[in-house]
């Protein structure tokens, strides 16, 4: 571990969801518009090596690191709010700690030893925190660790936590608590109970935390932040509220208008100038003030779960923020809608479409009708991944006259495979092992319009898939007007389509979301919400003139 960093530890209390991997995201901001380089980590207590084989139903969206980790979505927001880029190093699970000891266990590393939780387990854990300050050289190194204290999961993360400052320095780490105040309404109160409770959980096993912050519905009076301080063993100042708020990206203006970040650096002993917010408070002005609307169909499955399609949505929000636009978006049920009128019905309401990334074939019919819709009715359109691969169906049955294409992964069978394993991939079994995952180069073609969009020639962007562009339909594809933008030049993959003869609709085999953030929207994504506002006003524009018609 360098001397030089700090930790930081951020545990929960009372329940979950109350915002923990956004609140230590907020914090990192801060710091780093305080000047200093931050690292953070999320330690996610479940036995699977990664999220990469859970549900999006569940689990919500898997995040991707440009070195090709599937990891928990918490590091999208460690991404979004430090705009700083993470690897696998930062994301750690009980499944990888229990495999890394077993599997030193086999080679006979521990010498005889009998291999117990505590130390070899705990020793493995503080060994990967101490690895990612140790690689990224951060002054603050952010741990977050998953799960509600109190969780038999969480026990063996919270003792190696509570070891680290005897390794380093007390002074050198500092323990955060986040915890929720519910409201009763016939108390008419917030109850500090249960934080006591939690914090008294924390205590047993040997952490005090430094400071605490308080998740309300309702703001916090001084009197329940005293008596949080008194019972918990804190100071006054330490006690911090984190209420709801409409823009998440207000957490770090919050947390610093109680100047949490002083008292962060004061406490670890750091010297920096103030937070730098200014560019923060114009980004929420500017998402908060903008007044006209533009609506996004998102196509998908899994739209139940907001989480699913988190980077996405944050992806789009940053596009609208920078074009001062209100995004709405509508969740268009690729499943339950069909492939006909139903869905086109919903489709006509929205000024753009999107389909993004996905697995299997349940609704894959109504993605191909919602990419044809969008082509036919010139709506700007966006094919992430999956949302790429059925535009290319589409418009090989709908414009290429090749009835029946379709995927291998959908259709083992068909006549028109526009889009297949590559024989290379074919000869591996295991299936995971075929994904096409992490950071790829990309060289895009001059005088198309995502070249415009970019900027540049070459681009790097992260992939998770295993199917690919057919080359043996490529010509024919573009005989019809749908050009091939970019290619992976290693092995020659299409990586980026459009239509020449359209306003804007572009599919990509990447997944541009994971690349935007907050303050530097994605070309991809901000020029997609640009062509939806211009559809929009096209919209707004029609229908007043038909008023005018109809007055006149
Ligand atoms: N299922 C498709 C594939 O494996 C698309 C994956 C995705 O959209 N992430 O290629």
């Known amino acids: 571990m ?37 690292a953070m980590m999320k330690i996610d207590p479940y036995l699977n090596i990664d999220p990469g084989t859970m549900s999006p139903f569940q689990h919500g969206e898997v995040f991707v690191t440009v070195d090709g980790a599937e990891t928990d979505l918490d590091l999208g927001h460690y991404e979004r709010f430090t705009h700083e880029e993470t690897t696998r190093t930062n994301n ?59 969780d038999i999961e969480s026990q063996p993360f919270l003792e190696a936590i509570r070891q680290v400052p ?33 914090v008294k959980a924390l205590r047993e096993i040997g952490i005090q935390p430094d400071g605490i912050i308080c998740r309300t519905e309702i703001p916090m009076k001084e009197a329940e932040r005293k008596k949080i301080a008194l019972f918990c063993n804190t100071s006054q100042q330490a006690v911090f509220k984190s209420r709801n708020v409409d823009v998440i990206y207000e957490v770090p203006l919050m ?23 200014d560019d923060w408070r114009a980004l929420v002005d500017r998402i908060k003030s903008a007044s006209e609307e533009v609506t996004i169909g998102v196509v998908g499955k899994y739209v139940d779960l907001q989480d699913s ?68 009715t010139g709506k700007p359109f966006f094919g992430i991944c999956l949302g790429m691969q059925v535009a ?26 526009i889009v297949g394993l590559m024989n290379s991939q074919k000869a591996v079994l295991d299936l995971g092992g075929t994904m096409r995952l992490g950071s790829y180069p990309c060289k895009l073609r001059e005088g198309t319009k995502v070249r415009a969009s970019y900027g ?44 020449a003869d359209h306003p804007w609709y572009v599919g990509c085999q990447f997944h541009p979301e994971f690349q935007s953030r907050p303050l530097k929207p994605h070309p991809l994504f901000r020029d997609f919400i640009g062509a939806a506002a211009k559809a929009a006003r096209q919209v707004g524009a029609g229908s007043a003139s038909s008023i005018e018609e109809t007055v006149g």
């Open 2 to 38: 360098p001397t030089t960093t700090k930790t930081i530890f951020v545990t929960g209390g009372v329940a979950s969801s109350l915002g923990k991997g956004i609140a230590a995201a907020g914090l990192g901001a801060l710091l780093r518009a305080r000047g200093l380089t931050v």
């Open 92 to 150: 750690i699970t009980t499944g990888q700690v229990y495999d890394s000891v077993i599997r030193k266990e086999r080679r006979g590393d521990y010498l005889g030893a009998t291999v117990q939780v505590i130390p070899h387990i705990t020793d493995e854990i503080k060994s990967r925190i101490f690895k990612l300050a140790r690689e990224t050289k951060c002054d603050i190194l952010i741990v977050e660790i998953g799960g509600t204290v109190g």
């Open 166 to 198: 005897h390794d380093v320095g007390h002074e050198n780490c500092l323990f955060l608590h986040l915890t929720l105040l519910p409201y009763l309404s016939a108390a008419g109160e917030l109850k500090t109970k249960p934080t006591q409770h939690s």
């Open 255 to 277: 947390l610093h208008d109680q100047a949490l970040d002083n008292w962060v650096v004061t406490k670890l002993g750091i010297i920096t100038h103030d937070a730098k917010v």
């Open 309 to 376: 399609y988190k980077s996405i949505y944050e992806a789009l929000a940053h596009g609208a923020a920078h074009h001062g636009v209100k995004l709405k978006i509508t969740r268009v049920d690729s499943d339950g809608l069909g492939a006909g009128q139903e869905l086109f019905d919903e489709l006509d309401k929205v000024d753009a479409i999107l389909i993004p990334g996905g697995f299997g074939a349940r609704g894959i019919e109504g993605k191909v009708a919602a990419a044809d819709y969008a082509r036919r």
């Open 392 to 417: 290319l169906i589409a418009f090989a049955r709908h414009v290429c006259g090749l009835e029946g294409a379709n995927s291998t992964e959908f259709d083992e069978g068909t006549e028109y495979p």
């Open 456 to 499: 540049k020639q070459e681009i790097r962007e992260r992939h998770r898939h295993r199917y690919e562009v057919n080359n043996k339909y490529r010509a024919q594809m573009e005989e019809h007007g749908m050009r091939v933008a970019g290619v992976f030049d290693e092995t020659d993959l299409v990586e980026i389509v459009e239509l």
